[in-house]
């Protein structure tokens, strides 16, 4: 009885190792990280980061719907957390990723239109025809819409939100910006920067990105082979 007792004892903490080891990772390293995992994470977490906005850039640029829309930035999340498994990573910092990534992928298409814009847009006057209010998940918590045409009078299919305020009434002259190759939907002239600023929004989720792919690829560092244990002895 003791010694069943004493053996369910020491498994205990075998388990709660392993247990750790498959949820953050075993990190099986003393001191500094290991430069070739830090190199590699680096490596991983930049290259999808710019796959996925690549991938969106290039769909507004061309016209591509698909990589316009972010889908083909959610593939390049999901290959990147095939890699993490491939490695095995902690399941908890391949979830952490995974989110980052697919957030960054959702993120994208509107900063890649605001790119496009800034590159290749063309600022022209419209005339607001209508303007309604909308409840929206932002500061204030509303937004106005404005409905407007140009100058030959052909409405713009798209509302505008962008300088369109609470004191624009129909007949009022808002700036809209044109796509001179008509692939990427007009937006309001206001806030529009240069390309550099419509990408640099997405800065936050990159860095956030690139971190979690560096800390998952360096916890997976093993010393051993993982089943070496349970191997019978020669």
């Given at each position: 009885m003791r010694r069943e007792r004493h053996s369910a004892t020491g498994a205990e903490p075998h388990l709660m190792v392993r247990l750790r080891s498959t949820v953050w990772g075993p990190a099986?390293?003393?001191?500094?990280p290991p430069l070739r995992l830090t190199v590699r994470g680096i490596l991983a977490g930049c290259s999808a980061a710019v796959a996925i906005i690549g991938s969106a850039v290039a769909g507004a640029w061309y016209g591509i719907p698909g990589l316009a829309a972010g889908e083909?930035?959610?593939v390049c999340a999901a290959v990147l957390v095939l890699y993490l498994c491939g490695v095995r990573a902690g399941r908890a910092?391949?979830?952490a990723v995974a989110v980052l990534a697919v957030g960054l992928a959702l993120q994208t298409p509107q900063a890649a239109a605001g790119f496009v814009l800034a590159e290749r847009g063309r600022a022209e006057p419209v005339e607001v025809t209508s303007v309604e209010s909308a409840s929206v998940?932002?500061?204030?918590?509303?937004?106005?819409?404005?409905?407007?045409?140009?100058?030959?009078?052909?409405?713009?299919?798209v509302r505008i939100w962008r300088g369109c305020e609470r004191t624009t009434r129909p007949g009022d002259a808002i700036t809209v910006v044109y796509d001179v190759e008509g692939r990427v939907p007009p937006r309001g002239a206001e806030g529009t920067g240069?390309?550099?600023d419509a990408l640099s929004r997405?800065?936050?989720w990159v860095a956030g990105l690139v971190s979690a792919s560096v800390v998952a690829v360096v916890r997976s560092c093993r010393?051993?082979?993982p089943d070496l244990g349970s191997r019978p002895a020669p």
């Open positions: 099986e390293f003393v001191g500094p083909g930035g959610l910092l391949i979830g998940d932002a500061p204030g918590g509303r937004r106005y819409l404005c409905s407007v045409i140009d100058r030959d009078g052909v409405p713009v299919k240069s390309a550099l997405l800065g936050g010393l051993s082979a």
